[in-house]
C-alpha cells in the first residue's frame, strides 16, 4: 500500500506506477590520439513523474482524510503548486500486513503538468505530473578593497625581442617565413605518434606555434619534418654523446671494485688449487733397515 502525498495533499488514489530518475552529470572527453575518458562528477537532480487519478465519484477505495473532494480541489492544488517555492514529495510504502517498508522525501518543484480527459475513465480526470528535486543554495558575498593611493605600481616588463612574435615578411611563401605575403592557409601538423590536426595560419612557424605550443622535438608540417626546440623551429643537434662527470665517477669506481674482486678471486683460487695438489699428491716413505743386534748371550755361552 502506498500513500503519495503532495505538499501535505495526500492524492485520494496512489499512481500505478512512480518512475524516479536519478540524472549523471558525467562527461566524455575526446583525446589528441582519438581515445576517450570519462569524466566523473557528481550526480544531477533528481526527476519523478507519475500519472494519477483524480476522481469526480467517492470511491470506498479512495482516500480522503478532510472529507470528500472532486477533482477540481487537486487541480487548483496543482496551480498554486506552480510558483516559485519548493514544497516535498513523500511516499510511504508498507506491506498489506501493515510492515513499514523504505519511504521517499524529496523537496521539489512541480515542473510542468498535464490534465487528460479520457472517455475511458468517465468523468474522472488524468494528470500526468513531473517533478524535479530542489536543492537549496546561497551566495558569498565579499568587499573589494581599492589599493592603497601609495601602492607602488607594477609595470609589464618590455618584450624580450626573440620571444616576440615574427613579422610576416614581404617576399612570397618560404618554408620558415610567411606564405604568400601574409596570406593565411590550412597546414596539416602532426607530432609523430599522434593525430594529425588541420590548422590555418600563415606560415609553417604560425601553424607549429598553434597546434604543438611548447614542444620540442620532431614535427612533421605538411609531409616536412621539422626540429623544433619550446615550439621555435631550430637546427636539430649534433649526435654528441656527453658523460656527466658523476657518470664518470661511477663507472671508475665500479671498474676500480671489479679489478680489486677479480685479483681475490684469483688469489683464492690459486690456494684452493695449491690445496688440492698437495691433498692428491702420493706420500713416499723411506724405511730405515736396522742392523740385527748381536746375540751377546750366545757369544758368552761358547767363550765358556
Not at 35 to 49: A, D, F, N, Q, Y
Not at 76 to 92: C, D, G, S
Not at 151 to 162: G, K, L, Y
Not at 165 to 185: A, F, I, L, Q, V
Request: hydrophobic letters at 35%; proline letters at 6%.
Amino acid at each position: 500500500m502506498y500513500d503519495v502525498y503532495i505538499s501535505n495533499t495526500l492524492l485520494p488514489i496512489a499512481p500505478e506506477k512512480i518512475t524516479t530518475q536519478i540524472n549523471g552529470k558525467n562527461e566524455t572527453a575526446t583525446l589528441i590520439n582519438d581515445g576517450e575518458v570519462s569524466i566523473l562528477k557528481s550526480p544531477g537532480l533528481t526527476t519523478v513523474s507519475f500519472i494519477t487519478l483524480f476522481p469526480n465519484v467517492k470511491y470506498p477505495f479512495a482516500q480522503y482524510p478532510d472529507g470528500y473532494h472532486a477533482a477540481g480541489y487537486y487541480l487548483n492544488k496543482l496551480e498554486a503548486l506552480m510558483n516559485k517555492k519548493p514544497f516535498q514529495f513523500i511516499v510511504t510504502r508498507k506491506t498489506p500486513k501493515d510492515k513499514k517498508l523504505f519511504n521517499t522525501n524529496l523537496t521539489v518543484s512541480l515542473e510542468n503538468y498535464q490534465i487528460i480527459d479520457d472517455a475511458r475513465e468517465g468523468m474522472d480526470i488524468k494528470v500526468q505530473i513531473n517533478l524535479k528535486q530542489f536543492k537549496d543554495y546561497g551566495t558569498k558575498t565579499f568587499t573589494v578593497e581599492k589599493p592603497s593611493p601609495t601602492a607602488p605600481t607594477i609595470v609589464n616588463p618590455q618584450r624580450i625581442e626573440s620571444t616576440a612574435p615574427s613579422k610576416p615578411s614581404s617576399s612570397g611563401g618560404g618554408g620558415h617565413g610567411s606564405s604568400g605575403g601574409g596570406k593565411t592557409k590550412t597546414y596539416k601538423v602532426c607530432i609523430p605518434g599522434m593525430s594529425t590536426l588541420s590548422v590555418k595560419a600563415t606560415s609553417v612557424q604560425a601553424a607549429i606555434t598553434k597546434a604543438a605550443g611548447t614542444w620540442t622535438g620532431d614535427i612533421i608540417v605538411d609531409g616536412t619534418t621539422y626540429y623544433v626546440v619550446k615550439g621555435k623551429i631550430s637546427q636539430r643537434p649534433a649526435n654528441k654523446t656527453t658523460v656527466p662527470a658523476t657518470v664518470k665517477k661511477v663507472v671508475d669506481k665500479v671498474k676500480t671494485t671489479a679489478k680489486k674482486v677479480a685479483d681475490t678471486v684469483k688469489t683464492v683460487v690459486t690456494k684452493v688449487t695449491d690445496f688440492f695438489k698437495k691433498a692428491t699428491t702420493p706420500k713416499t716413505t723411506t724405511k730405515v733397515i736396522k742392523p740385527a743386534a748381536k746375540n751377546l748371550g750366545n757369544k758368552l755361552m761358547l767363550k765358556k
